[in-house]
């Protein structure tokens, strides 16, 4: 069984930092791509994403803000996040693209984490 944990999220003044990680853990034969998500009432939308090889993508409004990383040996993958902004006020999910056997692959979510940033 394969698990996705996040941590980090909080609440913070606007223009401060957070740092959210999410570690992926179970029967694990290869983790592909790993990204994060922000779920408001409005949307979801991708944040950013990054592949084993370490080539990410950004949403546009969020380069320079945001950073992804990742450890590849320990499936673990970080957001951090500078110069917060009340419109990033979300709920924020990790997304991992899992292989648990050498068979097929799936898609796991983690179980979110808020993030609030006040004005």
């Given at each position: 069984q394969v698990q996705l944990v996040e941590s980090g999220g909080g609440l913070v003044q606007a223009g401060g930092s957070l740092r959210l990680s999410c570690a992926a853990s179970g029967s694990?034969?290869?983790?592909?791509?790993?990204?994060?998500?922000?779920?408001t009432p409005e949307k979801?939308?991708?944040?950013?994403?990054?592949?084993?090889?370490?080539?990410?993508?950004?949403?546009?409004?969020?380069?320079?803000?945001?950073?992804?990383?990742r450890d590849n040996a320990n499936n673990t993958v970080w957001l951090q996040m500078n110069g917060l902004k009340p419109e990033d006020t979300a709920v924020y999910y990790c997304n991992a693209r899992i292989w648990p056997s050498q068979i097929r692959s799936q898609n796991y979510w983690g179980q979110g984490t808020q993030v609030t940033v006040s004005s």
């Amino acid at each position: 069984q394969v698990q996705l944990v996040e941590s980090g999220g909080g609440l913070v003044q606007a223009g401060g930092s957070l740092r959210l990680s999410c570690a992926a853990s179970g029967s694990i034969f290869r983790t592909d791509v790993m990204a994060w998500y922000r779920q408001t009432p409005e949307k979801r939308e991708l944040v950013a994403s990054i592949t084993t090889g370490g080539s990410v993508n950004y949403a546009d409004p969020l380069k320079g803000r945001f950073t992804i990383s990742r450890d590849n040996a320990n499936n673990t993958v970080w957001l951090q996040m500078n110069g917060l902004k009340p419109e990033d006020t979300a709920v924020y999910y990790c997304n991992a693209r899992i292989w648990p056997s050498q068979i097929r692959s799936q898609n796991y979510w983690g179980q979110g984490t808020q993030v609030t940033v006040s004005s």
